[in-house]
């Protein structure tokens, strides 16, 4: 494990912390432009999502109905009553996703993009340190008169995320500020992923904030739209 990699973890609460747990309930508000774009606007307006920590499993509710919660694998999504009745289901789900950005998505689309985006977000940096993800120091870079150091991390094949190498941001405490990569199932280009308002949560730090913008050809930032926002309003690792 490279030093920065240690570092960073060591700041969100540690690997020995962290592997305390097996699990972590989040409450949060999920908002901004592409749920309009896709025809899915306020479907994941007010959620919760139950994620297992050391195996990519996911799980909103509720989720267009009271009864109703997704089902989330990397290679399988699913949606089903609350007590276990499979409403709709689809394997090897990625492929599914039209390849036009405004082609609209349907609720397993949302489903499956959203179980393997909280996944990713909630289970960063720790995963670094897993079996299969390569963490390599880039050079940092600056912005707003801030430096910040950089990890280029390529995920594992058998882990669901937006895409296989993705670049996070760190601060000098060590805590993730930005989060770059490229969405692959939107088809809509790079995103810059900013991340704030840190509140510890069982020992562990998470951000409450996050805002996702798109990154235009020449790396700068699109700030005037918000495609994703993500309000954390509590967590449980249990």
Do not use: N
């Not at 699913?78 to 990625?94: L, S």
């Amino acid at each position: 494990m490279s030093d920065l990699v240690a570092r960073v973890i060591e700041a969100h609460g540690g690997l020995d912390r962290y592997d305390r747990f097996t699990s972590a309930t989040v409450h949060h508000r999920i908002g901004g432009s592409l749920w309009r774009l896709k025809g899915q606007e306020g479907i994941l307006s007010h959620v919760a999502v139950r994620l297992d920590l050391h195996q990519q499993r996911a799980s909103h509710y509720p989720f267009t109905a009271p009864h109703l919660r997704t089902s989330f694998t990397a290679q399988r999504v699913a949606v089903e009553t609350v007590t276990g009745e499979v409403t709709a289901e689809r394997t090897d789900p990625r492929v599914s996703f039209p390849s036009d950005v405004r082609d609209p998505w349907d609720v397993l689309h949302v489903a499956y993009f959203a179980g393997e985006a909280m996944w990713t977000y909630l289970t960063s940096p720790f995963t670094f340190a897993s079996p299969g993800f390569e963490a390599v120091e880039i050079s940092p870079v600056t912005e707003e008169g801030k430096t910040w150091r950089r990890l280029r991390v390529t995920f594992p094949d058998h882990i669901a995320t937006h895409c296989a190498e993705q670049v996070f941001c760190f601060d000098s405490d060590g805590l993730l500020r930005r989060h770059d990569y490229t969405p692959e199932v939107i088809g809509a280009g790079p995103a810059a992923h900013y991340v704030s308002d840190y509140k510890e949560f069982d020992g562990i730090m998470v951000p409450t904030r996050r805002r996702v913008h798109r990154r235009r050809e020449d790396g700068t930032v699109d700030r005037d739209v918000e495609l994703v926002t993500i309000d954390v309003e509590s967590v449980l690792f249990i």
